[in-house]
């Protein structure tokens, strides 16, 4: 790694010993957790079993489910009197995942997050408002210590109240912005209609993360604030953000390589891929004390880059997330993932960057799937046949992409919710009359 390019707390980094580092994780997970000593002896392994990657890929896969049955506190290694903080993931369905921190366990935590916000340029002379919320969220918290670990003056703003995050941006001379590309997107639209310009900001850096962010998305909150965006990438189940994320190249998002260990799979057949191939991400943090986590499946589709950065960084990157394994719509035998819709329509200039997808199920089976799309305010008219014209061109172009057409629905400006927080794109709705 060229060092010199690097900030200081970017150069404190450790080198890489992965077959050693696995090697400690997996002894101590077997000797603290009794969640993992029972999965080692149904899989009839021993920690010593383990001395290299190509062995470590003999340790049972963790699932979502498995940390799920584990509530509360079944996957805690160490004395609840050790745990610092809880986090938890809310969870679409059934009860939250919990993980919990030590001490050792938080700074690394911290410094791992320092080092994303680095990497993508912000300096302890900046000032950051914090729009995650702050609770059990892990994006409020992780980047609120991370960045007080730069340096950075926090504003630790939390969501909500979008009018006045915006008055006190513009007193505090923010300059970097910390939430979801859409809050980004949706405090651009508040500030026009409170009659702020975007641009007279003082914004430099946008620290987004927490949902996938398409180039069309990017594009339209850099032009808006004139701010560089950058996306970083975490998960409750492995830590919360700081796992990995973008240097100013802006070519996919270095993973702290010394912090975790990524594995891509074929999700189907769990055999494991090589750089370059896509398939699920498979993660595990090799420093939690509290709450260790071995061969996570993310649920997240991506492919390892191993291809050196021109920013000099050795770490490698994984590519920008371009679905959940279990976000694929399955209807009418063709797999779909949301990301495709979002690229099609974001080739359209009438439409605005909300929309939503409703699920029509019969009996939890997917029978129809209808894409609701958000007219701009010049997108808009009145006019009944321009409009059944873009619906057709917009038709058009989805079966193409999906090679099936969905029912489109056209909304009125301004007329889908907005979030402060990650945003909900689909909606599920049971109907017994479908065919
Ligand atoms: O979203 C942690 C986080 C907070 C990361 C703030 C970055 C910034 P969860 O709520 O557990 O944790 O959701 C994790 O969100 O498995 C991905 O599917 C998705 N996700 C997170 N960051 C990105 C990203 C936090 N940069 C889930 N790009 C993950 C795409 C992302 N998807």
């Known amino acids: 790694m060229q060092k010199k390019h690097l900030s200081a707390v970017e150069r404190s980094a450790k080198p890489l010993d992965p077959a050693g580092s696995l090697k400690e994780t997996v002894s101590y997970a077997f000797k603290n957790s009794p969640f993992y000593r029972r999965a080692f002896e149904r899989a ?13 890929s003999r340790v049972p896969f963790t699932t979502k489910n498995d940390l799920r049955e584990a509530y509360p506190y079944g996957m805690a290694a160490v004395p609840l009197n050790d745990i610092l903080r809880i986090h938890a993931s809310s969870g679409t369905t059934g009860k939250p995942i919990v993980t919990g921190y030590t001490r050792h366990d938080l700074e690394n935590w911290s410094e791992a997050v320092a080092r994303i916000c680095a990497m993508a340029g912000v300096t302890s002379a900046d000032i950051a408002q914090i729009s995650f919320g702050y609770g059990l969220f892990t994006g409020g918290f992780g980047l609120h210590y991370g960045l007080e670990k730069l340096g950075a003056t926090v504003v630790p703003f939390s969501s909500g109240n979008t009018e006045r995050q915006l008055s006190l941006m513009q007193d505090f001379k923010t300059n970097v912005l910390v939430s979801t590309p859409s809050f980004a997107i949706y405090m651009a639209e508040t500030a026009r209609d409170l009659g702020y310009d975007p641009l007279d900001f003082k914004l430099k850096i946008g620290l987004f993360g927490g ?49 975790y260990y990524p594995e891509i799979i074929d999700p189907q057949s769990e055999e494991i891929l090589p750089d370059g191939s ?23 589709i991506t492919r390892l880059i191993a291809e050196p950065c021109a920013c000099g960084r050795t770490n490698r990157r994984m590519d920008y997330i371009t679905g959940r394994s279990d976000d694929m719509i399955i209807i009418k035998g063709v797999n779909i993932f949301p990301s495709q819709i979002e690229e099609v329509l974001a080739g359209f200039s009438e439409v605005s960057p909300h929309y939503k997808l409703v699920l029509h199920k019969k009996k939890g089976s997917i029978k129809d799937l209808e894409v609701q799309v958000e007219l701009t305010q010049s997108g808009f008219s009145d006019r009944f046949r321009e409009l059944e014209a873009l619906e057709s061109r917009i038709r058009q172009s989805l079966r193409s992409t999906l090679s099936m ?6 909304m009125e400006p301004k007329s889908l919710e907005r979030t402060t927080g990650k945003a909900k794109r689909i909606i599920e709705s049971e109907d017994q009359s479908l065919e």
């Not at 392994?45 to 290299?52: G, S, V």
């Not at 699920?280 to 061969?295: A, H, I, N, Q």
């Not at 057409?405 to 056209?410: D, E, Q």
């Open 44 to 56: 009839g392994l021993k920690p010593e079993d383990i001395r290299d990657a190509e062995s470590f």
């Open 211 to 259: 949902e996938p962010i398409s180039e069309a998305m990017r594009e339209d909150i850099e032009k808006q604030w004139g701010l560089k965006a950058t996306t970083n990438y975490g998960l409750t189940e492995v830590v919360g953000p700081g796992i990995s994320g973008e240097c100013p190249e802006i070519k996919g998002m270095h993973i702290l390589e010394e912090f």
């Open 405 to 410: 057409a969905p029912r489109i629905k056209l």
């Open 278 to 300: 896509t398939g699920e991400l498979v993660l595990t943090p090799l420093f939690k004390e509290g709450f260790p986590v071995l061969r996570y499946r993310t649920g997240d």
